[in-house]
């Protein structure tokens, strides 16, 4: 995607290939900047600390951190090391485990010495093939929207939560994918944009990224979107994920699951767009099974803005002394989720459709 004209990944190698550098999403969308990563430690604090998020952009900085471990020490106790850590950055996402084990399981049968150079191969390929993925489910999820378009042959008025587009992944997003691809298109559509508190990735990156794009949006409070669907004004929805389960029970950022039972109540489609990387086969019940991570109060008790003075300053919201819960997702049962939009195509969310995408 393009940032002023100038066309970005999320995440790309030096010039000379001895390290990464990555656009700061916790400065976003009033700073733009970048940050190089020369070391595993620099990338797990990336991970951990969300200059990096969305699960498909953290599985591809978990298989970059591997890489640049085994420039340093390759040894079996060092992969096992470097492996390990990376996988304690964010235990919700899946694709971190994903990127980790498949950089592990190409570089523990070779010799020590092939390891820094296969692992870098292996992490610019992961990062392609995701990119790839990416413009595949944009184009499966671009057929529903213009199906909504020449049904109604008016704005297809679209409503996501959280960030699930570029700054999500390599680059074209999993949830604004169909949504790029469509406006591309020429089909006329509005983005309803949730802030998505604690960390307003929806007013700040969402936000940012479709007015670049030059998509039509409007900012909304996380509690509006049922009152836009009983009054008609939500054609359909669509979110990304961290994980999906083997029936299809999916975990998304924290006021998913209010927003399925809104849109299962006024009749309104409720789709989750994934790469097949994200669905844990080895999970069933998403509500009972699926660790939800819990973040640091001070997300919750204080926000970050732009002043007039045009510096961003953080305050505080509540009382001090209140206490603060800060659970970062929520489960969504898959009887409320209208279908999966993968690079495979879209399936029903139910262990028998989703056998296909095994």
């Known amino acids: 995607m393009?940032?002023?004209g100038t066309p970005y990944r999320t995440i790309w190698p030096t010039a000379d290939n001895a390290a990464v550098e990555i656009i700061d999403q916790t400065q976003l969308p009033h700073i733009f900047t970048t940050l190089r990563l020369d070391t595993m430690r620099d990338a797990e604090?990336?991970?951990r600390d969300m200059q990096v998020r969305g699960a498909p952009l953290i599985g591809v900085t978990g298989a970059y951190g591997v890489a640049l471990s085994m420039r340093h020490h390759a040894s079996d106790a060092a992969l096992k090391a470097t492996c390990d850590m990376l996988l304690a950055a964010r235990p919700t996402a899946v694709n971190l485990r994903w990127g980790v084990e498949k950089m592990r399981a190409l570089l523990a049968p070779l010799p020590a010495n092939e390891r820094a150079t296969a692992a870098w191969i292996e992490a610019?390929?992961?990062?392609?093939e995701d990119v790839a993925i990416n413009a595949s489910i944009g184009q499966h999820g671009g057929e529903i929207i213009r199906a909504l378009?020449?049904?109604?042959?008016a704005t297809v008025n679209i409503l996501t939560h959280c960030n699930a587009g570029w700054l999500?992944?390599?680059d074209w997003g999993t949830a604004l994918a169909p949504i790029y691809t469509a406006f591309d298109a020429g089909i006329p559509l509005h983005v309803w944009v949730d802030e998505t508190r604690p960390r307003n990735q929806g007013a700040s990156l969402t936000a940012w990224e479709l007015g670049g794009h030059g998509v039509p949006h409007t900012v909304i409070a996380d509690n509006t979107g049922g009152h836009l669907m009983q009054h008609g004004m939500v054609d359909m929805a669509i979110v990304g994920c961290d994980r999906v389960t083997a029936r299809g029970d999916v975990c998304n950022k924290i006021g998913t699951y209010l927003k399925a039972l809104a849109a299962f109540d006024n009749g309104v489609p409720f789709y989750v767009a994934l790469p097949t990387p994200t669905i844990d086969w080895t999970l069933q019940d998403g509500v009972k099974e699926i660790p939800i991570e819990e973040?640091?109060?001070?997300?919750?008790?204080?926000?970050?803005?732009l002043c007039d003075d045009g510096q961003v300053r953080t305050v505080q919201l509540t009382p001090s002394g209140s206490h603060a819960a800060n659970y970062g997702f929520d489960v969504t049962p898959a009887?409320?989720?209208?279908?999966?939009?993968?690079?495979r195509g879209v399936v029903r969310a139910s262990a028998d459709a989703m056998r296909v995408l095994k």
């Open 335 to 343: 009887r409320l989720v209208t279908g999966l939009i993968t690079e």
């Open 149 to 153: 378009y020449q049904k109604k042959n």
């Open 168 to 170: 999500a992944t390599v």
């Open 295 to 305: 973040r640091a109060a001070i997300e919750v008790t204080h926000i970050s803005g």
């Open 2 to 4: 393009k940032i002023n």
């Open 45 to 47: 604090r990336a991970i």
């Open 124 to 128: 610019a390929r992961i990062a392609d």
